[in-house]
């Protein structure tokens, strides 16, 4: 039996001596996946401040495109066009232009279907052949009277 305890006995040492093992591993695993951890939340930051500085600067970016196309094309109310980014800026242009152009041609035609020439029209005098001897009679008479 003497035998057969130290076997046990042994074989107790080398389960709590691979207990103890596993358990160390397991302290460093943890400890390595906290110290992960951190430095991907300090990562994480890191991204959302830079992400949050190129927003300011395409922000940045799409005001001036749009002063400067609104600078070249006066004719577009700077209210029509609007966005956050160069490609809505772009859109909301495209947009607003085409209204313009609508806008102008429909006052264009409306202006020039209200037209009126200019001057007075071309003296000409009365048509007398759809007149009968005695209204051509009276015309002549009347116009003699006015005359004189």
Same mark, same amino acid.
């Given at each position: 039996?003497?035998?057969?305890?130290?076997e046990v006995e042994e074989t107790k040492a080398e389960s709590e001596g691979t207990e103890?093992?596993?358990?160390?591993?397991?302290?460093?695993?943890?400890?390595? *996946?906290?110290?992960?951890q951190q430095q991907m939340a300090e990562r994480e930051q890191e991204v959302e401040s830079?992400?949050?500085? *190129?927003?300011?600067?395409?922000?940045?970016? +799409?005001?001036?495109?749009?002063?400067?196309?609104? +600078?070249?094309?006066?004719?577009?109310?700077?209210?029509?066009?609007?966005?956050?980014?160069?490609?809505?800026?772009?859109? !909301?242009?495209?947009?607003?232009?085409?209204?313009?152009?609508?806008?102008?041609?429909?006052?264009? +035609?409306? +202006?020039?279907?209200?037209?009126?020439?200019?001057?007075?029209?071309?003296?000409?005098?009365?048509?007398?052949?759809? *007149? !009968?001897?005695?209204?051509?009679?009276?015309?002549? *008479?009347?116009?003699?009277?006015?005359?004189?």
């Amino acid at each position: 039996m003497t035998e057969e305890t130290k076997e046990v006995e042994e074989t107790k040492a080398e389960s709590e001596g691979t207990e103890n093992e596993q358990e160390r591993r397991i302290g460093e695993l943890e400890a390595t *996946l906290a110290q992960l951890q951190q430095q991907m939340a300090e990562r994480e930051q890191e991204v959302e401040s830079e992400v949050t500085a *190129l927003r300011e600067q395409l922000s940045g970016a +799409a005001a001036k495109y749009r002063t400067l196309i609104l +600078a070249t094309t006066p004719e577009v109310p700077q209210e029509l066009v609007t966005g956050e980014t160069p490609q809505e800026v772009e859109a !909301s242009f495209a947009a607003a232009r085409e209204m313009v152009e609508k806008v102008k041609t429909q006052l264009e +035609a409306q +202006a020039e279907a209200e037209r009126v020439p200019t001057g007075a029209p071309a003296r000409t005098p009365p048509d007398l052949g759809a *007149l !009968s001897p005695q209204e051509k009679i009276a015309y002549a *008479l009347s116009h003699t009277q006015q005359t004189t």
